[in-house]
């Protein structure tokens, strides 16, 4: 069994059993990326963490991911390897609520030609105030998904382009922890608070009518003709 997996299952007293799970144990057993453990993120610190500018201003989520090579060729490397990265078993690891993230300008010393993924948790992503990766990693289904964001800083570090990504769990692997996973999920809060630096914008107020027009005594009609 994977160290993974041996963590997931300390204290709960269940196994995965069977041949489905047996199956699906090997699975994971045999998932292995590379992980960067946060130096991909420590360059773009500012657009992650800097709260004196608007998340808007340093989360871009519009940009067609097509026209950037390394973005278009990350983007297609997670759709090949979509069943592996949905199996990786982070959220029986850490049993909380995260999600994967990919710098698509950094290349690990040790495995340079290889994506390196990191896993952030709902504690580190809440500060970053951005609506989207907030409600992402606080309301998706950990027993049917894994969400993974691939970003692609700016120059100055200052400001990312960012998508998202939902994996599906494969059958095997979700039937084969699904005990587990519900566990896990009963133990966390049921409501992700969202922190966000400004507030939808209120619809403008409905002008009063104009004062209805005043009758001219007939007097005053006859004295100016």
């Not at 090579?69 to 990350?74: I, M, S, W």
């Not at 966390?188 to 507030?199: A, I, N, S």
Request: cysteine-free.
């Amino acid at each position: 069994m994977s160290k993974t997996l041996a963590y997931a299952y300390h204290g709960t007293g269940a196994s995965p059993g069977g041949n489905t799970g047996r199956i699906a144990m090997q699975q994971l057993a045999d998932v292995h990326f590379n992980e960067s453990r946060g130096k991909a993120i420590q360059g773009v610190w500012n657009a992650f963490y800097n709260q004196s500018r608007k998340a808007d201003d340093r989360f871009h989520w519009l940009f067609p991911p097509g026209k950037n090579e390394r973005v278009a060729a990350l983007m297609a490397w997670i759709d090949t390897m979509s069943p592996a990265i949905a199996s990786y078993g982070k959220f029986l690891q850490t049993r909380q609520r995260g999600a994967f993230f990919v710098n698509a300008e950094y290349s690990s010393p040790q495995a340079p030609n290889q994506p390196a993924l990191d896993w952030m948790n709902w504690e580190q992503i809440q500060p970053t105030m951005d609506r989207v990766l907030q409600e992402s990693v606080g309301y998706y289904k950990p027993a049917i998904h894994v969400v993974i964001f691939v970003y692609l800083p700016s120059p100055s570090g200052n400001s990312v382009a960012i998508w998202r990504r939902k994996l599906a769990i494969p059958d095997n692997v979700r039937l084969a922890y699904q005990a587990q996973i519900t566990q896990i999920i009963s133990a966390l809060p049921t409501t992700y608070v969202v922190h966000v630096d400004e507030l939808p914008r209120k619809p403008d107020a409905t002008p009063p009518p104009p004062p209805p027009k005043k009758k001219r005594k007939w007097y005053k009609l006859w004295l100016s003709s």
